[in-house]
T-cell receptor, first 111, second 114 residues
């Protein structure tokens, strides 16, 4: 049973548009929420992460929004570029260093 | 350069055969993990180890075994008891310290049953 539910499974966005990926969780003990980016045939790489004491974190064109009461968090990719085409995974951990991953979202950015 | 090396990149297994996937890290990380990736299912935890000579089962440990004899190495054996082993296997490592859970992943091993 997946502890982190991720949607959508895939999305297509035009170059310059905004990509939005949503994740939801039930375990209130989770205290670390990272996002990973994976290109075909490669391992995932840490993109950005947030803790529940803040509601938003921005790094360049990537922003995490966190809603603790709703137990939801999302990744926004602003000004999407073809090089952003990849699979994105949300994840969560509860201080035991094990990450539980969402099912992944394949993002395709059309030029 | 520091990182995680997984080998081989591609591996073919015959029915009833055990195979071992290698994972080596030179990041001086304490914890190491094995994940299995299947299309549409994300990453599922097989085994993890936070210190040498100690490891714990993850969510899908049946049919797999591991060892952690050295801090740098965490090999995964896919046994004949694993009935559906075809998948992409990812090894990761992390520092074990309060407040930092960032994983570094290897490039993966794609295992196919022939």
């Amino acid at each position: 049973q997946q502890q982190v539910k991720q949607s959508p499974q895939s999305l297509i966005v035009q170059k310059g548009g905004i990509s939005i990926i949503n994740c939801a969780y039930e375990n209130t003990a989770f205290d670390y929420f990272p996002w990973y980016q994976q290109f075909p045939g490669k391992g995932p790489a840490l993109l950005i992460a947030i803790r529940p004491d803040v509601s938003e974190k921005k790094e360049g064109r990537f922003t995490i929004s966190f809603n603790k009461s709703a137990k939801q968090f999302s990744l926004h990719i602003m000004d999407s570029q073809p090089g952003d085409s990849a699979t994105y995974f949300c994840a969560a951990s509860e201080s035991d260093y094990k990450l539980s991953f969402g099912a992944g979202t394949t993002v395709t950015v059309r030029a | 350069d520091g990182g995680i090396t997984q080998s081989p990149k591609y591996l073919f297994r015959k029915e009833g055969q055990n195979v071992t996937l290698s994972c080596e890290q030179n990041l001086n990380h304490d914890a190491m993990y094995w994940y299995r990736q299947d299309p549409g299912q994300g990453l599922r935890l097989i085994y993890y180890s936070q210190i040498v000579n100690d490891f714990q089962k993850g969510d899908i440990a049946e049919g797999y075994s591991v060892s952690r004899e050295k801090k740098e190495s965490f090999p995964l054996t896919v046994t004949s008891a694993q009935k559906n082993p075809t998948a992409f296997y990812l090894c990761a490592s992390s520092i074990v310290s309060s407040g930092y859970y960032g994983y570094t992943f290897g490039s993966g091993t794609r295992l196919t049953v022939v």
